[in-house]
């Protein structure tokens, strides 16, 4: 079954303490991003990756990191996590390198990430 | 001003009504439009994307403005099952290697018998 798969699904930690979302797509798809979603300000880009090792910012990429070292996978890491980053999180895929026209975007179940 | 803006409803629809609303965009060089659909604390899935001319999806109909620059959707004989909440989303390349894709806060509708 073609997916998106983003572990853990939830999680509470507390400030400081480094932790990793993972994200592994089985699609082959080229782009793959990261997002958070907050109350009132909808979904905002962290992050994204438009092939292996090309990595880019996007809106709000302050506190946190990514790698795309292999083309499945795209963990999302927050090296010193803080409250401001309590948030839900969805990982996405898309076949092409810059999604438009027909080409949707594949999202994960999402994590709930909880910094207290 | 935000990029991508929705009212947030949420939108009180009798089941069988017919519902509309809007998405305003900010930037004329947005190139592509999209409607997805988010149900609670779910992921977002592509509902349809939004073509130039106006496109159709059985009971969906998405509409383009470009010179006002704004997208709609229209639901016609709502279901109970479309009660969601509904993601303008808006594409547009900044740079030779990237681009941005940018979602609206949504709006939430609710169908009711």
């Known amino acids: 079954e073609a997916q998106v798969t983003q572990n853990p699904r939830y999680l509470i930690t507390v400030t400081g303490k480094k932790l990793t979302v993972t994200c592994s797509q089985n699609m082959n798809h080229e782009y793959m991003s990261w997002y958070r979603q907050d109350p009132g300000l909808g979904l905002r880009q962290i992050y994204y990756s438009m092939n292996v090792e090309v990595t880019d910012k996007g809106d709000v990429p302050e506190g946190y990191k990514v790698s795309r070292k292999e083309k499945r996978n795209f963990p999302l890491i927050l090296e010193s996590p803080s409250p401001n980053q309590t948030s839900l999180y969805f990982c996405a895929s898309s076949p092409d390198r810059a999604p438009g026209g027909n080409q949707p975007q594949h999202f994960g179940d999402g994590t709930r990430l909880s910094i207290l | 001003r935000k990029e991508v803006e929705q009212d947030p409803g949420p939108f009180n629809v009798p089941e069988g009504a017919t519902v509309a609303f809007n998405c305003t965009y900010s930037n004329s060089a947005s190139q592509s439009f999209f409607w997805y659909r988010q149900d609670c604390r779910k992921e977002p899935k592509l509902l349809m994307s939004?073509?130039?001319s106006g496109n159709e999806d059985g009971r969906f109909t998405a509409q383009l403005n470009r010179a006002s620059q704004y997208i709609s959707l229209l639901i016609r004989d709502s279901k109970l099952s479309d009660s969601a909440t509904y993601l303008c989303v808006v594409f547009r390349v900044i740079k030779a290697a990237g681009n941005k894709l940018t979602f609206g806060g949504g709006t939430r509708v609710l169908v009711k018998p």
């Open positions: 939004v073509y130039s």
